[in-house]
């Protein structure tokens, strides 16, 4: 599962011999790639247990990481990853709310409801975009242009409009006009928009409807029953079955999640 960022990731690798044995090397080494192609080195040591190595590293940055042990005497190798959350990662529904839908109070479950709480709310803002506010920076390479369309919709406010050129001018915020539902920005003077240009702005929903409450709570649930797999108890046919897929993700999402959805529903693949 991912880490926060800022958590500590606990590494661990196992040298062996050409046998296969477990066995204490004369040397070990672990590299961790960060999302931006650097590396660094932390310390690693071997357990109590011959042959099995850990090393702790304090997260810096949100991204996938590559981590890289080498061994010497024996010559080994192993190759893992992990990943980082964002600071403050968009969900939907808050933790607890989605531990109390699946019925899982035990903090041992926390990683797994959190993983599969994020995969949901990328789900439903497929369908109708951003729900969770938060900050968008967009490049759009265009040239002169009446209506420049931003990408994801609904957006609350304009933070900042500027060129992408250097030396090159912008505009003010308060000089355009934005339509939120369709995110077309115009200017108030009728003029073109001179491009490319650099749009900063704020898009979500600050008051999220009940319909995409529960489509994400639908789609929630769906998620786990099916990453619960054949072990666990499964009901007959109901609403949770997916029978009718739907375009861009497949039997991934039940029927009545995107019944749902659908009042808000702009269009898949927009957020």
């Not at 050409?18 to 961790?32: C, D, H, K, M, R």
């Not at 339509?179 to 929903?205: E, F, I, K, N, S």
Request: one cysteine or more; proline letters at 8%.
């Amino acid at each position: 599962m991912p880490y926060d960022l800022g958590a500590t990731a606990r590494l661990n690798a196992e040298c062996r011999d050409p046998a296969g044995a477990l066995v204490t090397a004369g040397s070990a080494v672990v590299t961790v790639t960060l999302p931006d192609g650097t590396t660094v080195t932390p310390d690693s040591e071997q357990t109590a247990t011959a042959g099995l190595y850990q090393a702790d590293y304090v997260t810096q940055v949100a991204g996938r990481h590559t981590v890289r042990w080498l061994f010497a005497v024996p010559a080994h190798a192993y190759t893992d990853s992990f990943d980082v959350r964002d600071e403050a990662p968009p969900t939907v529904l808050s933790l607890q709310d989605a531990k109390t839908l699946l019925k899982k109070q035990d903090s041992r479950d926390d990683p797994l409801v959190r993983f599969w709480l994020e995969a949901s709310t990328r789900a439903v803002e497929h369908f109708v975009g951003p729900v969770v506010v938060r900050t968008v920076t967009e490049d759009h390479q265009v040239g002169r242009v009446t209506s420049l369309a931003l990408r994801k919709a609904p957006v609350l406010s304009l933070l900042s409009v500027t060129s992408l050129h250097s030396g090159g001018g912008g505009y003010a915020p308060d000089t355009l006009h934005l339509d939120p539902v369709t995110g077309a920005v115009t200017r108030r003077d009728g003029g073109q928009l001179t491009g490319p240009l650099q749009v900063v702005y704020r898009a979500g929903r600050p008051v999220v409807p009940a319909n995409i409450l529960a489509g994400a709570q639908l789609i929630l649930q769906h998620l786990w029953r099916t990453a619960a797999g054949p072990g666990r108890p499964q009901r007959g046919t109901d609403d949770f079955d997916v029978t009718e897929p739907i375009p861009g993700l497949g039997y991934a999402i039940p029927n009545r999640a995107v019944q749902m959805l659908s009042p808000d529903d702009d269009g898949p693949g927009i957020a």
